[in-house]
């Protein structure tokens, strides 16, 4: 079992930047892919980023390439969502996730996932 929690989130204003951080107990860390994801009210569970095992790859959705960060501190057993010049559309729960190597896209790639944390962005 992993055991994941986000912290980070809050209200913020368009173009402004939150960093979101996802620590993780349990099983051995560097043996996971990670995974971000969001979901806004009434839509679907969808893909933000994910990072490799050792860091050394990293993926984006279209929607936050270029403005959302991801990277992962193995001996912190942590993982960070950097989000630059944030957008009302990025308004959503926040959820990281951990599943195995390599990475993927999808939701069910995941097998452990945190309880998410609000990002809001005000216009």
């Known amino acids: 079992q992993v055991q994941l929690v986000e912290s980070g989130g809050g209200l913020v204003q368009a173009g402004g930047s939150l960093r979101l951080s996802c620590a993780a107990s349990?099983?051995?860390?560097?043996?996971?892919?990670m995974g971000w994801f969001r979901q806004a009210p009434g839509k679907e569970r969808e893909f933000v980023g994910t990072?490799?095992?050792?860091?050394?790859?990293?993926y984006y959705a279209d929607s936050v390439k270029g403005r959302f960060t991801i990277s992962r501190d193995n001996a912190k057993n942590t993982v960070y969502l950097q989000m630059n010049s944030l957008k009302p559309e990025d308004t959503a729960v926040y959820y990281c996730?951990?599943?195995?190597?390599?990475?993927?896209?999808?939701?069910?790639?995941?097998?452990?996932w945190g309880q998410g944390t609000q990002v809001t962005v005000s216009s």
């Open positions: 990072i490799s095992w050792s860091g050394s790859r990293t």
């Open positions: 349990g099983r051995t860390f560097s043996n996971y892919a």
């Open positions: 996730a951990a599943g195995p190597t390599p990475e993927g896209l999808r939701v069910g790639r995941y097998d452990y």
